[in-house]
């Protein structure tokens, strides 16, 4: 066989012409229509199918090539005689029509790379995490039952039922159920089919927990169901000491996925049941703590502060522990539910010393990065370095499917402070599709109401909050938004609900019912509270200046705003970028240049 005749033979016919041509049109189409399936949200199908006809059209294409010339008589045979007596090639018959080809795809290759570069974005952010993986497994785990005999256990299934569903969910096969829609699950006298149908998945789990010989030892008895046929697919019984349970936790993980055909990979292998103490006593402290966490009470939070600390005490290198003292901590001292300055002053040490103790143990946690994240908003005012650390937490991507609920709250919050709503919106809306029954990301969407002056839908947020958890911050955030809204009593009869004992009202819910107060004409009782914060700046507490510069906005004193934000910056212990950019009556300044220069001091940007 001569090949260098066959070559010669498909150079004359266009052969490599007409391949080379194919693939550059068959990438700018697939680029054209990358773009326009985007725009119009088409399912991935479309762009499969369209992507197979193209290849499938590869080989026509060259069998037509070889088969077939172009001549000024139209289509021929390339043997025929008309064919023969037409050497010349394709550009040089017609050179404009070629050239413009030429220039259409140079403007084709040169407007994708601009499109798809971010050559107009001021700040590139980095992925958010792929929250599912393709084709999961949908997969719920019911509230373990508690059979402790020990009442003070009450919170111990509860809590264990939380660390298995977070060590499912690991797995990136599995999507799973989140812990705070399973938990106030009342599925009663309802069949699994049913219960399955209202979490929308295909496999349940139940059983039963039991902590004894004084929480020393536990004893779980679980199992896999199909709720269709109500088969048993896998049931396991364990009994170790209590130090074992985190590693029963990721036991069971691994059996679940092994009786689902799941093939665990050597990265999900090594993070079940990571950051995990042994010591079994510290173990119960902590889940206790984050029980005490979840009531959002202010003495509950104490509780669960000295409840980390003591596990702490029983395992210094409990990261866990470790990080989620230092949210507390941080959460307690929060802009808007302030404590005293020397309080603040010891929380800013506590806080510090406890991330950087869990970043040296764990230099590889997102939830740490988030936490200390927050911490440099709240504390340090220096929002850049904190967006710093939330992109590196969803850039290292270390949680099983989501971040924790306070640390989406991070994220979310993090990008409202600095007005990247849209950023915020994308993080929130995820959050949302993973973990539907969270009430922290309900709240995140009242955040990005409230600054969007959405202020109906932002009391809708918190009314539905108040529903499904009646407790004095989202009574606070209630009449707030109520304030926003031009009800002005219902947020004074809210904000004393919150409070009733004034003793215990935060600086800001003080601000708010002067401000109602004024909007309703009332001038004295608004300088009523008014002279509580007055009184309490005089004896120190320079946390409560930003409180002030609330008031002084609402009656529209410009000059006294500025000064009491200008003095906060310099004076006060704790930041005020929270407040400064989500509080509705500073908007009227965003364009004062003493204002800009407030925000470029704590690194915000447009």
């Known amino acids: 066989m001569d090949f260098k005749k066959i070559f010669k033979e498909l150079k004359r016919r266009k052969v490599y012409h007409v391949a080379v041509t194919y693939a550059i049109t068959v990438w700018l189409v697939a680029q054209v229509l990358d773009l326009a399936l985007d725009t119009f949200e088409a399912p991935s199908w479309v762009m499969q199918m369209a992507l197979i006809l193209l290849f499938i059209g590869f080989p026509i294409a060259l069998i037509l090539a070889w088969a077939y010339e172009l001549s000024p008589q139209g289509v021929v045979r390339t043997d025929t005689e008309v064919a023969s007596g037409n050497p010349d090639t394709p550009s040089q018959r017609r050179p404009l029509i070629y050239l413009g080809i030429i220039g259409l795809l140079v403007a084709t290759i040169v407007f994708l790379l601009f499109y798809k570069s971010n050559f107009w974005e001021t700040k590139p952010t980095p992925d958010l995490p792929a929250f599912h993986a393709p084709n999961s497994i949908p997969i719920a785990m019911l509230p373990l039952i508690n059979l402790s005999e020990d009442k003070q256990l009450s919170y111990f299934s509860s809590q264990l039922t939380n660390d298995i569903i977070n060590e499912l969910a690991k797995v990136r096969s599995f999507a799973v159920t989140a812990f705070t829609t399973v938990y106030d699950f009342e599925g009663q006298g309802r069949s699994p089919e049913m219960i399955a149908e209202s979490f929308g998945v295909d496999y349940l789990m139940r059983g039963s927990a039991r902590a004894y010989e004084g929480g020393d030892s536990i004893k779980i008895d679980v199992e896999l169901i199909d709720p269709l046929t109500g088969r048993r697919l896998w049931g396991e019984s364990y009994k170790e000491l209590m130090g074992q349970a985190p590693a029963l936790q990721a036991a069971i993980a691994k059996k679940v996925a092994t009786n689902l055909n799941v093939q665990l990979t050597p990265a999900e292998t090594a993070s079940l049941a990571g950051d995990k103490t042994r010591n079994g006593q510290a173990y119960l402290k902590f889940l206790e703590a984050r029980q005490e966490y979840n009531a959002f009470y202010s003495d509950a939070m104490a509780s669960a502060i000295r409840l980390l600390e003591e596990a702490i005490q029983l395992d210094p290198e409990y ?76 850039k290292i991507n270390s949680w099983p499917e989501l971040p924790t609920t306070h640390c989406v709250c991070t994220a979310v919050t ?51 909050a108040l529903q499904l958890m009646d407790v004095p911050v989202f009574r606070f955030q209630t009449g707030w938004a109520y304030l926003n809204e031009g009800r002005y009593r219902e947020a004074i009869e809210m904000l004393h609900s919150a409070y009733p004992d004034p003793r215990t009202m935060v600086p800001a819910a003080v601000a708010y019912l002067s401000n109602a107060h004024y909007s309703l004409g009332e001038q004295v009782d608004s300088d009523r509270y008014k002279s509580r914060l007055d009184s309490l700046l005089l004896t120190g507490e320079t946390n409560v200046l930003i409180d002030l510069a609330v008031i002084a906005a609402a009656r529209g004193e410009e000059e006294e705003t500025l000064n009491y934000l200008e003095r906060h910056l310099n004076e006060a212990p704790i930041g005020l970028s929270f407040q400064l950019n989500t509080e509705p009556v500073f908007h009227k300044f965003k364009d004062l240049p003493r204002f800009l220069r407030i925000r470029e001091r704590i690194g915000y940007f447009e």
Do not use: C
């Open 319 to 394: 990261t866990e522990a470790r990080t989620l003292l230092a949210w507390i901590l941080n959460t307690y001292s929060w802009p808007a539910f302030k404590t005293n300055e020397a309080s603040l002053i010891r929380n800013k040490i506590r806080i510090d010393h406890h991330l950087e103790t869990a970043l040296a143990q764990n230099p590889n946690s997102s939830d740490i990065y988030l936490v200390k994240a927050n911490y440099t908003m709240t504390y340090l005012d220096d929002l850049q370095v904190a967006l710093g650390y939330v992109d590196k937490a969803l």
């Open 414 to 464: 993090m990008n409202i402070v600095l007005g990247n709503l849209q950023r915020a919106k994308e993080i929130e809306f995820l959050a949302r599709q993973i973990e539907p029954g969270s009430i922290m990301i309900l709240n995140d969407a009242f955040f990005i109401d409230l600054v969007e002056g959405n202020f109906e839908e932002a009391t809708k947020k918190m009314e539905q």
